[in-house]
């Protein structure tokens, strides 16, 4: 199973992007998806994540601003990233975790210029 990001790209600080993630077949016994994102010289870090069940969790710099969801008849996962701040910037990975492994996207980067 491959995933597949895309959304990513410049844009100016208050600005919106939807990031989407594509998985290439569906996932047995997916128990969370999640959005992480990774800066130069930092550990990647969780942004926010989506259990079975449809519970969310948010890091604190990014409640209130951004919002995960999925379909899972397209096996897609997005992230809908509003109010964007300059400290965004940073490479976007998304994560589907089955039964057995975690699969990973490629990342895509998303830039706020301010």
């Known amino acids: 199973v491959q995933l597949q990001a895309s959304g990513g790209g410049l844009v100016q600080a208050g600005g919106s992007l939807r990031l989407s993630c594509v998985a290439s077949a569906a996932i047995f016994g997916v128990t969370s998806m999640a959005w992480y994102r990774q800066t130069p010289g930092k550990q990647r870090e969780l942004v926010a994540a989506?259990?079975?069940?449809?519970?969310?969790n948010y890091a604190d710099p990014v409640k209130g601003r951004f919002t995960i969801s999925r379909d899972n008849t397209r096996n897609t996962l997005y992230l809908q990233m509003d109010s964007l701040k300059s400290e965004d910037t940073a490479v976007y990975y998304c994560?589907?975790?089955?039964?057995?492994?975690?699969?990973w996207g490629q990342g895509t980067q998303v830039t706020v210029s301010s």
């Open positions: 989506i259990t079975r069940s449809g519970a969310t």
């Open positions: 994560s589907i975790t089955g039964v057995t492994r975690t699969f």
